[in-house]
């Protein structure tokens, strides 16, 4: 309707105001009048790639756009709440100076960032929102506004199980009102199986297949640029793997923590997600079996290198639970498998497998 007098800021998932369509249409945030105009616009936004200063050359394909009702803002501040270990629960960061990084307004100006920890029991009072409020400097009306706003937020927080929700700017228009104009929400993914339909929005569409292939099956890959395979038990062994592979001048292709509960059938799963990299030349496996039995390592890896006909060079090592009999598995298997008993000696042998 041309009656309409407002500005409607069209804006694709991920698009940012200087990207560049595949279309020709220059801008990834779009504002407009015209209602009757937003349909066009979409169409040369939606299946066409928009490219970004943090995206490929190629861009990143736009599957969906957002319209809202432009509002007009006197007035920004940040709010943030999060998780914070030193407090053992949600502390609410807020500062008046909003529209730009809490973290550039702590180091230039400490004074304006209020960090106020909550009790995770007794949730944030009535009392303490206003006080907020005020130390946000907002004033008159719009104060018990914020305050209700605030409440609201950490409602939220808790509710959805959010690890952090950051609100920047959280301002005034010239109306008067009290919006949340930006929000950034993070979610704990321990707290999937509550929040079904949260994570059933998860938008997958630009996730490497082969990182959404080992979630289904509960192991953390990560894919790399390296040529070195890596499956390992626990986090900080897989970092301290990558490590000693770049140490003995290899390069890692992957990060892959396959856990403390896992089964023959992951790690033979684990290993199909290994050699769909073309770029693998060699594949180290290093397990410290505290929680884990190296038989049922070893057990996978047989099964695995069996059924896929594995011809890369395989390096295992293996420490702690039930090794013996791991290894027994293993030497009586008649694979080609290389094992070795300190993590040095074996990294540096499955590097030089990449050298040849």
Known sequence: SSGINAEW??????????????????????????PGEIGKLTEQMIGYNLVTKQTTADGSPVSTV????????????????????????????????????????AEKTPERVYKIPVDIFEGISEAAALDLAHKLEFTGDAVPQAAKEIL???????????????????????????VCFDAKINFDDNAQFRQKEIFAMEDTSESDPRELEAAAYDLNYIAMDGNIACLVNGAGLAMATMDIIQLHGGSPANFLDVG???????????????????AVKAIFVNIFGGIVDCRVIATGIISACTKNKLVLPLVV?????NVEAARELLEGSGLDIMTFDMMDDAAEAVVKCTMK
């Not at 006197?74 to 973290?103: H, M, N, Q, Y």
């Open 9 to 34: 800021p069209l804006r694709p998932g991920g698009g940012r105001g200087k990207g560049i369509f595949s279309s020709g249409l220059k801008g990834g945030v779009k504002l407009s009048k015209d």
């Open 66 to 105: 957002m319209v809202a009702k432009a509002l007009n803002i006197v007035k920004e501040t940040s709010l943030a709440i999060v998780l914070d270990r030193t407090f053992g629960g949600p502390v609410i960061v807020a500062s008046p100076d909003g529209g730009v990084d809490i973290e550039e307004v």
């Open 152 to 178: 609201k937020l950490y409602e939220l927080f808790v509710g959805v199980d959010a690890t952090q929700v950051e609100i920047n700017p959280f301002g005034l228009t010239d109306t008067n009102e009290v």
């Open 260 to 278: 403390g509960k896992v089964q023959a059938e992951q790690v033979e799963k684990a290993f199909n997600i290994l050699t769909q990299d073309p």
């Open 317 to 321: 090592r293996l420490k702690g639970s």
